[in-house]
């Protein structure tokens, strides 16, 4: 069975700093590619970052300089830093592989 699990979400104020992590289970992890994508109420779901098996690092340009995609094959575990948080970046945060996704941690930017 098949199973993402997000977790690291939370408030966190303008200019701070969450890290996400997505625990991957029923599947062979470490020959796959990961994504994080985001949605924020009222709007379509959006790609945020993904990184392939080898390691190689995609990133959505709102996101460019600020986020960072990782991966522990160790852990099954993708991980999503995010710093200098603004605002905008407040979203239900999911974790992706072609028709899996993860349940969601939200994450809330706000002072």
């Known amino acids: 069975q098949v199973q993402l699990v997000e977790s690291g979400g939370g408030l966190v104020q303008p200019g701070g700093s969450l890290r996400l992590s997505c625990v991957v289970s029923?599947?062979?992890?470490?020959?796959?590619?990961m994504g994080w994508y985001r949605q924020s109420p009222g709007k379509a779901r959006e790609f945020v970052a993904s990184?392939?098996?080898?390691?190689?690092?995609n990133y959505a340009d709102s996101v460019k300089g600020r986020f960072t995609i990782s991966r522990d094959s160790a852990k099954n575990t993708v991980y999503l830093q995010m710093n200098s948080l603004k605002p905008e970046d407040t979203a239900a945060y999911y974790c992706?592989?072609?028709?899996?996704w993860g349940k969601g941690t939200l994450v809330t930017v706000s002072s």
């Open positions: 992706h592989y072609l028709t899996y």
């Open positions: 029923g599947l062979s992890f470490r020959f796959i590619d």
């Open positions: 990184v392939t098996a080898a390691g190689s690092t």
